[in-house]
Structure formats: structure tokens, C-alpha cells
């Protein structure tokens, strides 16, 4: 009998009790292949330090050469600073000569030593997630895809992996995939135990000198779910239990230490770790509040709840022991109760008080509205207010720019450049409508593949974090074309060269096969010196595409093309034209344009303030017959740019105050096209007025 606990709870563990799991394969496996850089993400005290340990020692000399760097006690002042401290860890660990670090680069450092011996190089890279509050660890993790990149050229870097082992999800440690070491890592999964795996554990009591029953197995397996620290801590207590003169284990036995162990949890570092992260981190805290209350998150938010080692799935708590250490009444209580509780208990209230003051006859506008806004609540879940943070904490919202039907458009700073951006979240209520949902995306994606100095610039088109969905987008200061014609802040001059520079917009957008179907003046964004930029493509269409575009009116009626009201799945680029044309006159006319429009176009158009030859092009482009109005937006451009280049303008009333340069000035820097039947002429007037009248 031997006197030694073989359990060990937590640490690098060499003990006789390690469990060999289908991780310790495969990690072998993938490092012998070197096809990619191994990683595995994992709670903390689920093994990866131990696994790592036997792994290195199984990996034969000459042919490996392993060195361990933890990056845990690393104090990271820079990105040379890191490296520094990174490449005399790997000399210590593997016992290279440390002269070459002098040499600055880490890739001639480790050309340098690879060229010292014939064997692979490989450095197991322990507790990652400590470089997520370090600024220049996308430099840091960039660096290491380049050495993965370089394989194809330098020989020596193809014996070099690396292994990343942490307790974070990839995504959170580099933005851009390009440059991403996990886009060309292979993840490896890191199970708890099975039963059959706690039953080979539980034997490892015989060498205290006790019998364990079968029920003793199943008991640990039913409270600890095959945790790898819940499992070596519970047999830890067991196997001393046996070594004071237990003979017999039992289930009874179990119930006891665990007992204990929950009873001492507020003192046990591992149980107060999961604690601190999820109290002290207001993102998870929430998510895990959403997950109590029953809602359905995201597969990248359940990853990061899953790697606090708390929960498991949909369930908040990963096993029975956690949920006595953490649920309602325990030593580490989450207050689980949940959001939603708390409102249904405030909404139980207000009907309540609402009864009473009907009963009493008195007024209930005022509770009725806190009811309204208390089911609003309900439904979607809490409200988005100024100084919260999306996407784990990058984006700040500092205000609110809009709000429209299907989506808010947040002002908000990013944290990680210091820039000011725009984030476009879809309603909750809509969370759940795939269509509504679909649409909203496609409609970034389309935006972002467009690069125009007139389109507004997606920066990132998909997030997605606790029900939310968003996409970020440049921050353009001046508000939109409809608020600054409406308070009087653009000149004519102003008004016709931001149409231009939208319809060149539309023209790069038409030859790329995408047809906008909601230019209107509130979907044109206004930046420094008046700079008009096109948003808002979550009608757009793919003209090639069939079956993706829905049935019904779209689009606001006003600025919307006739045939987008009555079978948008047949409108083409010109019913951009039609939108971008009525935009113009919108513009000229300063106000919001009533019905008449619609109705008489013509009469409506000839009573603004501008030449003649100007008035005809705003006709043809708000034509009612689609084969009326001009073939393309290039045509359209060209047209108005000349015609109100002739100047044939009657006076209009100045405006009260002016955001740009005059129309000279920004109209000689629009690229116009070269060549077409405008291109050189003036568009002719149409003859004998239109074919048909619009409906009256």
C-alpha cells in the first residue's frame, strides 16, 4: 500500500492517477502530422497543463525538442517586450544557447537554433487568455501566423509548431482572420471524463487499502458530470478517508466529502476563480442571467459562458456540485433568480395596482404606460443605453442616431482604435425572424464587398452577442441628407453634387449586378464638408439572383419607384433612378414633399427653383414608365451635372446656413463618365409631354 495521495486537483499533474483521454491522441497526432498549429480552449482545471506535460515527455529525442512557455507570470510593456521575455522562456525550457536573441527578430532567433540541431521544434504555449488585456496582442498572434506562412518558403520554419492551449475563444485574441494563427489551427476538444473513465479512476482507492462500490462510481459521475478537478478533488478526499482506516466506500461517503466541499468553496481558489470571472465581468454576467431566464444564445456567446467551466449547453451549471456552490443559497450565490423574474414580479405589481385603481375609480394612464413599457422589456430583453458595450466590451455607445422601423443606429467608440463608429442593431423582436434577420446581413455584406468614396463603409458586417444583432459601420458626422435639407444647412449647390456623388455610387453599385430599391434622402449620410455617402442597402438585389428577393411594397412610398411598390421582385437599377431623381427634388424643394408629387409629377417639378433644362431632367428621372426614364444612373449623373452646370436658375431663397464648399468646388473632383449619348450633349426635353399621367 502506498502512503502517497495519487489524486491531485489541480496543477500539472504526473501522478499515476491521469486519466488518458481522446485528446491526448490526437494532440500527439496533429504535432507529428504538422499540418497545423494544435489548439485547444478548455476551463481552467480541466487538464491542459497535465495533458501537456505527459505530452512533451512523450514526444522522443532527437526528433522533438519541446520547450514550455506559461505565459501567466509575463508582465507584457510592449511587443518587443513580449517577445524578449517569450524567447528566453523557450531557451530555459529547451536548453538552446541564448545568445541569439540579441539578433531582435524572433525569426531569425529561431532559424537560429533550428539550424543547431536536425530535429522539430515544438513550444507548447500555456494560458493565452493572459494576453487579452495586453494592446499589442494582435501583433503578437499575427506574428505567429507569420511563421506559419513562411513555411512555404524557408525551410528551416516548416520543423517549427506552436501549440495553443488557453481558456478563451479564439475570436477575442485577433480581429482579423487574414492574420489569425487560428485560422490555420486545428481545435482539439477537451471532454470531461466519461463514466467508464471515473470508474478507472475510482480503482486507484485500492492503493489505500478500500473497497469502492459500484455505487461510489456513479454517484461521482452523477454530482461532477466527469469533471476532470471536480473528480481528482472528490477521490482526493475519498482515498483520505481510506488512508485514516475506511475500509468500505459508498455513496454515503461521497455525499459527504462533497458536503464539504461545497461547504468550503468560498475558500478553494478554483471555485472562487469561476466566481470573480463571471461577477466582475458585466458581459457575462449578463449572458449568463439571459441563460438562467431560459433565452437562446449564440453559439459564440455560449462558447465564452462554457470556458468560465460553469455551464454546459443550455444548462447554467456544468454539474450538480456547481449548481450547490453558485445557485440560490450557496456559499458563491449568483443571485440566478434571473432579469426576467425580476420583471415579471414588477409587472405583477403594476396590474395589481392597475386593478386597484380601477377598482377605486381613479386614473391608470400612468401605470398603464409602465405596464406597456414593462412588456416591451419583457419581450426584448433590457434596453440598449448610452455607456453599454457590444461585441465583449470593444464598442461603447455614445448615443443614439436614429431608429427606424427594424434597427437603432448606435454613435458609438471603439476601444480598441480609439475610432468613432456607427453600429446599425437590428430590434429584438426581430431576433428571431430569420427573414427579417437574413435581410438585415445580407444587406451589410453587400455594403462591405462595395468600395466607393460615395457608399458609407462597412467595417464589420455580422455581430452578434446575447441576442443582439449588429453591424458596425463608419461614423458619418453630418446626420442624413433629409435632416440637413429640412434645418436648412445645404445650399442648392450642395444638394445636386450630393445626388452626383450618389448616383456614382449607384452606377458602381449597378455594374457589380446590385439594384439599391430605398435611395431616398434619409439613406444618404452626410459627412465632414458635406460629403454625401449612400447607406442602407437592406432591400438590395441581386439582378442575376431568382427566388431572394421578397414580394410587396418596399421601400417609402414617396421615393419609391412604382414598380418597387407593385412587384419589387421586377424592378431594376432604374428605380434607382426614380429614388435617386425624387431625392433631388426633395432636395431643391426644401421640405417634405407631399402626395402631389405622386400625383403630378410634372406640374409639381416645374414650380422649383431651377432652369428649365434642369426641370426636364428631374421628369424624365421620375418618369412613371420605367422605359421613360433615363437607361442608367451614369446617364442620369451626367445629365443633371450638366444641366445644372448651364446655371439657368431662378432665384431661390438662401439658405440659413451652409456645412461645404461651393458646388464648383466639390463638383470638379466627381468622377463623370467620358462617353455615352449625355456625355457631350444636353438631355432633350421630352416631346409632347408624357406618354401616360400619373394616378390621380
Not at 461532477?224 to 471536480?230: K, Y
Request: hydrophobic share 45%; glycine share 8%; aromatic share 8%.
Amino acid at each position: 500500500m502506498t502512503v502517497d495521495n495519487p489524486y491531485r486537483a489541480a496543477g500539472a499533474f504526473a501522478g499515476k492517477a491521469y486519466i488518458r483521454r481522446g485528446a491526448d491522441a490526437e494532440l500527439v497526432e496533429q504535432i507529428r502530422d504538422n499540418q497545423y498549429y494544435p489548439y485547444f480552449a478548455a476551463p481552467r482545471q480541466s487538464g491542459k497543463s497535465s495533458l501537456i506535460a505527459r505530452t512533451m515527455s512523450s514526444l522522443p529525442a532527437p526528433e522533438f525538442r519541446c520547450a514550455l512557455v506559461d505565459l501567466s507570470p509575463f508582465v507584457v510593456r510592449s511587443y518587443d517586450d513580449f517577445w524578449r521575455q517569450f524567447l528566453h522562456e523557450v531557451a530555459r525550457s529547451a536548453n538552446f544557447d541564448p545568445a541569439p536573441i540579441g539578433k531582435g527578430d524572433p525569426r531569425e532567433v529561431f532559424k537560429a537554433w533550428l539550424a543547431a540541431f536536425p530535429g522539430r521544434l515544438v513550444i507548447f504555449v500555456d494560458e493565452i487568455d493572459v494576453l487579452l488585456h495586453v494592446e499589442c496582442r494582435e501583433q503578437i498572434f499575427s506574428k505567429i501566423r507569420t511563421f506559419f506562412n513562411l513555411r512555404a518558403h524557408e525551410e528551416a520554419l516548416q520543423r517549427l509548431t506552436f501549440v495553443l492551449a488557453g481558456a478563451a475563444h479564439s475570436s477575442r485574441f485577433i480581429s482579423d482572420p487574414r492574420w489569425s494563427p487560428f485560422n490555420v489551427a486545428i481545435e482539439i476538444a477537451l471532454e470531461d471524463l466519461s463514466l467508464a473513465q471515473v470508474s478507472q479512476l475510482a480503482s486507484y482507492l485500492a492503493t489505500a487499502g478500500a473497497f469502492a462500490g459500484p455505487d461510489l462510481v456513479s454517484r461521482v459521475f452523477e454530482l461532477t458530470a466527469g469533471s476532470v478537478f471536480l473528480c481528482q478533488l472528490v477521490f482526493e478526499a475519498l482515498w483520505n478517508r481510506a488512508a485514516r482506516g475506511a475500509k468500505k466506500l459508498d455513496a454515503s461517503d461521497v455525499d459527504a466529502v462533497v458536503a464539504t466541499i461545497v461547504a468550503e468553496s468560498s475558500r478553494n481558489i478554483h471555485f472562487y476563480n469561476i466566481f470573480r470571472l463571471v461577477t466582475q465581468d458585466a458581459r457575462l454576467a449578463m449572458l449568463f442571467r439571459r441563460l438562467v431566464d431560459g433565452e437562446e444564445l449564440g453559439e459564440e456567446d455560449r462558447k465564452e459562458l462554457q470556458l468560465t467551466g460553469l455551464c454546459r449547453g443550455m444548462d447554467p451549471f456544468r454539474n450538480e456540485v456547481y449548481a450547490r456552490v453558485f445557485g440560490t443559497g450557496g456559499p458563491l450565490d449568483l443571485k440566478v433568480a434571473g432579469a426576467k423574474a425580476t420583471l415579471g414580479r414588477k409587472l405583477e405589481a403594476a396590474l395589481t395596482k392597475r386593478q386597484q385603481l380601477a377598482d377605486e375609480g381613479g386614473a391608470t394612464t400612468e401605470v398603464e404606460i409602465e405596464i406597456a413599457a414593462l412588456k416591451r422589456e419583457f419581450r426584448e430583453g433590457a434596453q440598449l443605453r448610452v455607456g453599454d458595450v457590444l461585441a465583449r466590451g470593444r464598442y461603447r455607445l455614445l448615443g443614439m442616431v436614429g431608429q427606424g422601423g427594424f434597427a437603432t443606429v448606435w454613435h458609438a467608440r471603439d476601444e480598441t482604435t480609439k475610432r468613432e463608429v456607427a453600429l446599425k442593431v437590428l430590434h429584438g423582436q426581430f431576433a428571431e425572424d430569420k427573414t427579417r434577420r437574413d435581410r438585415f446581413f445580407r444587406g451589410a455584406w453587400k455594403m462591405s464587398e462595395l468600395r466607393h468614396p460615395a457608399i458609407v463603409q462597412v467595417l464589420e458586417p455580422y455581430g452578434e452577442e446575447a441576442g443582439r444583432h449588429f453591424f458596425v459601420m463608419e461614423y458619418m458626422s453630418g446626420g442624413t441628407l433629409h435632416e440637413a435639407v429640412l434645418d436648412k444647412k445645404l445650399t442648392a449647390d450642395q444638394v445636386v453634387a450630393g445626388v452626383v456623388a450618389v448616383g456614382q455610387a449607384l452606377v458602381h453599385a449597378h455594374e457589380r449586378g446590385l439594384v439599391h430599391r430605398d435611395v431616398k434622402p434619409s439613406n444618404v449620410l452626410l459627412g465632414e464638408a458635406a460629403a454625401a455617402k449612400l447607406t442602407d442597402f437592406d432591400l438590395v438585389r441581386e439582378q442575376d439572383a431568382s427566388g431572394s428577393t421578397r414580394t410587396g411594397p418596399m421601400g417609402s412610398f414617396i421615393y419609391a419607384a412604382p414598380e418597387v411598390l407593385n412587384r419589387p421582385q421586377d424592378a431594376d437599377h432604374r428605380a434607382d433612378i426614380y429614388g435617386l431623381a425624387m431625392t433631388a427634388v426633395f432636395g431643391l424643394h426644401g421640405a417634405e414633399l407631399p402626395l402631389e408629387v405622386v400625383r403630378d409629377a410634372d406640374r409639381f417639378i416645374d414650380r422649383l427653383h431651377c432652369g428649365g433644362l434642369m426641370k426636364d431632367v428631374l421628369k424624365k428621372g421620375v418618369a412613371w414608365e420605367i422605359e421613360r426614364r433615363f437607361r442608367s444612373a451614369a446617364e442620369f449623373t451626367q445629365a443633371l451635372s450638366t444641366a445644372w452646370a448651364e446655371k439657368e436658375v431662378e432665384a431661390a431663397p438662401p439658405p440659413q446656413k451652409s456645412m461645404a464648399p461651393t458646388w464648383t468646388a466639390m463638383f470638379a473632383t466627381l468622377p463623370l463618365p467620358e462617353s455615352g449619348p449625355l456625355a457631350a450633349a444636353k438631355p432633350a426635353a421630352p416631346a409632347g409631354g408624357r406618354a401616360a399621367r400619373r394616378p390621380r
